[in-house]
């Protein structure tokens, strides 16, 4: 620790903190410009001047450390001459059209103007003018405007790792520039916007929209991945403007796809009112008429009941109640990409927190594009590759990280068992064993070299497995989590505070699931199965959408077009056409909820957006179905409907009540240590494994509503059907038209090639042409027709 | 051949210059090249070499006048990660030339002055940083490298010692800013050379971030007399806390301009008069750049000041590189300062606010002046615009930038006021 | 993998420049070295040869753009086949080195930075060239010419017109 003098008060800091941070956290105000908390150092801006006693010159506090008993002055008149001539350095070539520039009124530069600035510039020369270049549909440039801090340049590099925003040329000809072909290659890249202390870099699909004194700030939590990170969403009247992260809460950064939904809160998409579909089409109705519609169609009637995980755990609750109260046979199901229904012997969700697999020894990715799926613990790992911490990688394809991973080993669906086995097996040679661990090895021959990877990081002190969609999709997915199981448990890594175990799961609220839907779940692709086959007589959908999401649209449609659907939802989408009734609940963002990540961690939402029409929260739609369906209504309040989770969940109690810190309450995730599955082998029928890819573009409803993010998905879409260059070549064929065959028919695509993945693997994209192709999970090619 | 006697030095780095094809090992080994390296490998240990040089007081020649021994001292040894020693012959501060022929005609000096400090320092990776305009000194370099390395005088075992050294010649490619030190890192790092901030000092955190001495060229070159002749030898050439010979770039309006190895103390008169011919027109010198164009102005008043880092200082200039541009009553001292604006606007990195906007504020203000179409205003600012950028960058550029305006403004507020008044008439 | 034009180093080249990478504790530092290279054997350094050295080292486009843009020595353009380089500052200057320059722009008919429509003589205006004794200093290719007078230009035009024909 190191003690030094402020302003004559005292302060002790760390040793080795800043000038400027020691200020900080003193409370003590500093002007700066290029200085971030997330970024490196640039001290370029030389605002954050200082003067330190006995220093011949004054010192930019950002990137002089503390020294013991330093005394740091502030405020003199020297100092105020400095600032005031920084500024009149950084305005000589700046434009004067605040009035126009969506920046003003939270512009640093404007502010440190009004507050250190000349009355008048004495620059009487020529301005500079620069040109502005396109950095794709989310990033607005006008860089006459920039202020050269290179906060963005180092957000580039450091955080989204893609180094494509750069320092050009020198002098006062400097200029910022990004190197992109379409678009930034980041999925982080509105970020940007948000950093750049000027209006040179702006948000794009809110140009020329508002005036930051205008907006209204809610703070809410996204649900667009199961990171729920903590957002504030700026609106105007009814308007949605922006969303931004939240600053108050640990995570300075969100994605491009949290952010730039907010465009489908108010699109067209939503289902604004109920509606009812009869000989003459589908008509808005009022709600009575349209629950009248629902009990008509559903009263008596096997039902099944197919749900989005992205609900509050409130209205995920109600749906229970709903189920309980009205319909207690009816088969549930809410896992669009888990084929193995067998119990898993850890449930979705994380055994530890982002910080903990950041800070862990060693990381391993098992089948999973990270950066899409959870692009903000991506950009720890990309943190931690960066401080020289490995991370390890095994998977089907060569899913870019935009960092360096320490090992990367390709392999097929198939393989799985053997990768584990063989991970199993050097444990097991270490004399490192698990009850059950002697079956599960003796029932898979195989043993791939991969598992070594997995193996060593095992050993180590402290080891997070990340597994993804590909063994979570996997036909024998229980058996393979069951292997992953025991060898945690064997090195170490199976218990509470050592756990290595997290289960990328499908969306929020895993925990949450498991406790109150596990004992009436079942298969979404068994649920149409059986919708097909005349075992149940109508579906009802709420929020869901299996015909855009997951592996079973085919087996969807099938059912949908053979029984009534109801369809209870924020936003439409092709399902709506199958649907007979539609009534409109509220979006994630207009709701009071609570959420839970995938850590367990809890997000509660108290400030919602007004809801758009006839809208209202999913809990009390379920309410009002079940007393249109003549039962008694079991919660009439928030409350009451909260006092139902916790007969599921009892520790919520003090996540309502006062004093729990949100930061550190987690929710641990379900463990089932019976689940002894064994690999039942994969019969190699067909020479080719199916993996349906994710696209954070494109996966989910609300994504599919928002016209930036398709935009955004249509500029990075990879072939919809794709192979190893070598895959083809074996089957005798070149890139283009190709019959796929499978087990459910054959099919022609155009097939492409990539020479990053893995060989005899055919990637199919869920929202391209043949979408309906990753409820496959073998197939083979044949020749162009 | 150097005297052993410190009164009778005539030169240290310059001893070898005139003699012809000295640039081939043969003949430089012929002339003492080398002679004395393997008592050195052999017989000196490092704590003894940086001893030597810190007795020597030789004080590095690239500008600052940094203590060459004291730097070498904060190197931290055995901190598991290699040291680097690096040479700076970024040789590109207006009115310096001197560099260019120490490596054109004794490139054996240099290489011989690296492998004792690479030596002393336990560095097994060392380079040459050569700006990219000197081509020709790159080729000549690069050729004396080659045959030291054949002659095993660099490379692993250097005569069959236990000590192991590699040294590259890499060249710049037009950037005045990567003299400075650590610009020259980020350049020898395959990037724009933008000067870090400091702390960490090279010394500390350097190339690729591990211990790194960056050592002038003139330095170097003067490591090989220090140790065959001791620290106490040199210490004993010119003044104390000034010692030992200094190579002056002269140029300008004299008549005879060039490089010239004299004791420190020689003056600036005796300098111009006796070595350089005297000026071209007149007998006083208008305006003496003493230390390259980023040093503060001297007038006839200075004429005796003697050539000492300490008097230049006193007489409110630097000694800087050594770098002399000198000026009769013919010189346009405005046009000069609008040309030296040019060039630091020119050369600014364009990180730091002040610089890189500064820099070329002054230049556009200087050029309106010049044309006579200037104000009373434009003094202010030129003043205000000067004085905030020095001394609140991360590097001396925007300083040495402020320097000429501030001199022309301090010295000659009467041709300025005369220029504005010209024009408007 | 380039971008529009396909241009690549000489075997040799890559030979060289797999040596040279081994000289440096990282392979960025070969990155001034192999744009030298590139521009000898390229001429200047367009998109297509800065792609290539970027592919070359393992490196982004935009780490090779901020070298390129940052060094007055690389050249994004084609310049003519005799590049005439005149020093005007300090030393120079108080040589004669602007009336050098002007005579050379003259003489030429081209403003400075520009090329004869031949192609033959491209004139530019540099910084200090560190050689301020033999002012005013023109630099041919990179070749020092010191105390360069109108006359010794003249002659060195016609010089290589007349080689020309």
């Known amino acids: ?103 003003g009124g939270a512009c640093k530069l404007q502010d440190y103007t009004e507050e250190h600035g000349a009355e008048h510039g004495r620059y009487k020369e020529v301005k500079r003018a620069v040109v502005d270049h396109n950095l794709g549909p989310f990033v607005s ?192 199901a809410f896992d669009l990409h888990r084929r193995d229904m067998r119990p898993f012997a850890f449930e979705e969700g994380f055994g530890m927190t982002s910080k903990q697999i950041v800070d862990a020894n060693e990381v391993v990715i098992l089948g999973s594009d990270l950066r899409q799926r959870l692009p903000i613990l991506m950009q720890g790992l990309r943190q931690r590759s960066l401080a020289g911490k490995p991370v390890i990688r095994i998977g089907a394809m060569n899913y870019r990280t935009n960092s360096e991973l320490s090992a990367d080993a390709l392999i097929r669906p198939r393989e799985w068992a053997a990768v584990i086995a063989r991970a199993m097996q050097q444990l097991k040679d270490l004399g490192k064993s698990a009850a059950g661990m002697d079956a599960w090895l003796s029932s898979v021959s195989e043993r791939h070299e991969a598992g070594k990877l997995l193996a060593d990081a095992l050993l180590s002190d402290s080891c997070a497995l990340l597994v ?67 075992e149940l007589d109508a579906l009802l959908l709420i929020g869901s959408d299996p015909l855009g999401d997951g592996l079973f649209s085919m087996q969807a449609k099938r059912a949908m077009g053979k029984v009534p659907l109801v369809q209870i939802g924020a936003v439409s989408g092709q399902v709506s056409e199958y649907a007979d009734v539609m009534l409109p609940a509220s979006a994630y963002s207009e709701v009071e909820g609570t959420f839970i990540n995938m850590s367990g961690e809890i997000h509660l939402a108290d400030e919602p957006l007004s809801t758009v029409g006839d809208a209202r929260p999913l809990w009390k739609v379920m309410m009002r179905l079940i007393q249109g369906f003549g039962m008694d209504i079991p919660a009439v309040d928030m409350n009451e409907i909260r006092a139902s989770v916790q007969s599921y969940l009892p520790s919520l109690r003090e996540v309502w009540g006062q004093g729990v810190d949100h930061n550190t309450w987690r929710m641990p995730v379900a463990r089932q240590r019976d689940a002894n599955v064994l690999p039942v082998g994969v019969n190699p029928a067909m020479p080719l494994d199916v993996i349906s890819r994710y696209s954070m573009y494109r996966e989910g409803a609300w994504v599919r509503a928002s016209a930036s993010l398709v935009e955004a998905g249509n500029i990075r879409a990879l072939d919809d059907v794709l192979v190893h260059p070598n895959t083809l070549k074996e089957a005798g064929l070149t890139v283009g038209e190709c019959v796929i065959r499978t087990a459910s028919g054959n099919y022609t695509f155009d097939v492409g090639v990539r020479d990053d993945v893995v060989e005899g693997v055919l990637f199919i994209s869920k929202r391209g042409v043949a979408g309906d192709l990753s409820c496959e999970v073998m197939a083979s090619l044949g020749g162009g027709q | ?119 002393a320092l336990g560095v097994h990776d060392a380079y040459i940083y050569i700006r990219g305009e000197f081509l020709h000194e790159v080729e000549v370099v690069d050729a004396a490298i080659k045959e030291a390395y054949a002659a095993n005088l660099l490379g692993e075992n250097i005569l069959g010692s236990d000590f192991s050294m590699n040294l590259t010649v890499h060249r710049g490619a037009g950037a005045y800013i990567c003299g400075e030190e650590t610009a020259l890192i980020e350049s020898l790092e395959g990037r724009p050379g933008r000067p870090r901030f400091k702390p960490p000092f090279p010394a500390i955190e350097g190339f690729y971030r591990c211990p790194t001495v960056v050592n002038n060229v003139e330095t170097l070159a003067t490591i090989p007399a220090i140790l065959e002749f001791g620290g106490d030898w040199h210490a004993a050439i010119g003044v104390p806390n000034n010692t030992g010979m200094k190579i002056f770039s002269v140029s300008g309006h004299v008549n005879k301009p060039g490089n010239y190895e004299v004791p420190m103390g020689t003056s600036l008169k005796v300098l111009i008069e006796e070595y350089c011919g005297g000026l071209q027109h007149g007998t006083v010198p208008k305006v003496i750049i003493p230390g390259g164009s980023s040093t503060p102005w001297l007038l006839a008043e200075h004429y005796d000041t003697p050539l000492t880092y300490d008097a230049m200082m006193k007489a409110g200039s630097m000694l800087g590189s050594g770098a002399i541009i000198v000026m009769d009553e013919t010189a346009d001292v405005i046009a000069l300062t609008r040309r030296l604006a040019h060039f630091y606007a020119h050369e600014s990195c364009g990180q730091c606010s002040p610089c890189r906007e500064g820099t070329g504020w002054l230049e556009r203000v200087m050029t309106r002046v010049e044309n006579g179409q200037g104000c009373e205003e434009d003094l202010t600012v030129l003043h205000d615009a000067a004085t905030h950028m020095a001394g609140r960058t991360i590097c001396a550029l925007a300083d040495g930038a402020a320097a000429p305006i501030l001199s022309l403004l301090k010295h000659f507020p009467d041709e300025v006021r005369e220029r504005l008044m010209e024009k408007a008439a | 993998m380039s971008v529009g034009e396909n241009v690549c180093f000489s075997l040799d080249r890559l030979q060289e420049i797999d040596v040279l990478i081994k000289k440096y504790p990282g392979k960025r530092s070969a990155l001034l070295p192999v744009l030298h290279m590139a521009q000898k ?116 035009i016609t010089k290589v017109k007349g080689d020309q024909l």
């Not at chain 1, 069951?482 to 448990?489: E, M, N, Y």
């Not at chain 2, 090249?33 to 007795?55: C, G, N, Q």
């Not at chain 3, 086949?81 to 081209?110: F, Q, W």
């Open chain 1, 1 to 103: 620790m190191t003690t030094l003098f402020i302003n004559e008060e005292e302060v002790t800091v760390s040793s080795g903190t800043s000038i400027l941070e020691a200020c900080r956290k003193q409370g003590v105000d500093v002007p700066y410009f290029c200085y971030h908390p997330e970024l490196s150092v640039a001290a370029n801006c030389r605002m954050c001047l200082v003067e330190v006693e006995g220093w011949g010159k004054p010192a930019a506090s950002c990137c002089t450390p503390v020294g013991e008993g330093m005394r740091v002055t502030t405020q003199s008149k020297s100092l105020s001459k400095d600032r005031e001539m920084i500024m009149e350095y950084l305005l000589i070539h700046h434009p004067l059209d605040c009035p126009v520039c969506d920046q």
């Open chain 1, 141 to 332: 440039t006008c860089m006459t405007r920039c202020i050269h801090c290179t906060r963005c340049v180092r957000f580039a590099d450091e955080i989204a790792g893609t180094g494509d925003m750069g320092v050009l040329n020198r002098s006062d000809h400097m200029r910022i520039e990004g190197v992109v072909e379409d678009a930034l290659a980041s999925e982080l890249s509105g970020n940007l916007a948000d950093i750049c202390p000027v209006g040179a870099l702006l948000d794009k699909p809110s140009l020329d929209v508002s005036r930051p004194w205008e907006v209204k700030r809610h703070r809410s939590i996204c649900t667009q991945c199961p990171q729920g990170c903590d957002i504030v969403i700026e609106s105007r009247g009814d308007e949605v403007i922006r969303i931004k992260p939240d600053y108050a809460a640990n995570e300075p950064w969100i994605c491009d796809r949290g952010r730039y939904v907010h465009d489908a809160f108010r699109a067209k998409e939503r289902i604004l009112t109920p509606f009812i579909r009869d000989a003459s089409g589908v008509q808005a109705v009022n709600w009575d008429m349209a629950v009248e519609k629902i009990v008509r169609l559903l009263k008596g009637k096997r039902v099944g009941i197919v749900f989005s995980p992205d609900w509050s755990i409130e209205g995920l609750t109600a749906i229970r109640l709903l189920h309980d109260c009205v319909f207690d046979d009816a088969k549930v």
């Open chain 1, 468 to 534: 993804g969609e590909e063994i979570r999709s996997h036909v024998d997915a229980a058996a393979l989590i069951h292997g992953l199981d025991l060898i945690a448990r064997a090195s170490g890594h199976g218990e509470e505070g050592r756990d290595a175990r997290n289960l990328i799961p499908e969306g929020m609220n895993a925990s949450l699931l498991s406790a109150v839907f596990g004992d009436v779940r079942t298969s979404v692709g068994d649920l149409f199965d059986a919708a097909h086959d005349g």
């Open chain 2, 1 to 119: 051949m150097i005297s052993s006697d410190p009164k009778q030095v005539k030169a240290i780095c310059f001893d070898r210059i005139h003699i012809e094809n000295q640039t081939s090992l043969n003949i430089a080994r012929k002339n003492g090249a080398y002679a004395f390296l393997p008592t050195v490998l052999k017989d000196f240990d490092t704590e003894h070499i940086v001893d030597e040089v810190k007795k020597s007081g030789l004080r590095g020649r690239g500008g600052a006048g940094f203590p060459t021994g004291l730097k070498w001292s904060f190197v931290p040894r055995n901190t598991g990660k290699p040291t680097y020693l690096l040479c700076n012959a970024d040789e590109g501060e207006p009115g310096t030339f001197k560099d260019r022929d120490i490596m054109r005609f004794d490139p054996h000096l240099l290489i011989e002055g690296m492998i004792m400090a690479g030596f």
């Open chain 3, 41 to 156: 054997d390229f001429g200047y350094l367009s998109m297509p040869v800065q792609q290539l050295v970027a592919d070359t080292l393992d490196l982004r486009l935009m780490a090779v753009r901020e070298v390129v843009t940052f060094y007055t020595m690389f050249r994004e353009k084609p310049c003519g086949t005799y590049l005439l380089e005149v020093c005007t500052n300090a030393g120079c200057m108080l040589n004669g080195g602007n009336e050098l320059l002007a005579h050379m722009t003259e003489s030429l008919g081209i403003q400075v930075g520009e090329t004869t429509p031949d192609g033959m003589f491209t004139v530019t205006e540099v910084e200090c060239a560190g050689a301020c004794a033999g002012a005013p200093v023109v630099q041919i290719n990179n070749a020092y010419h010191e105390k360069v007078d109108a006359a010794y230009i003249d002659a060195f």
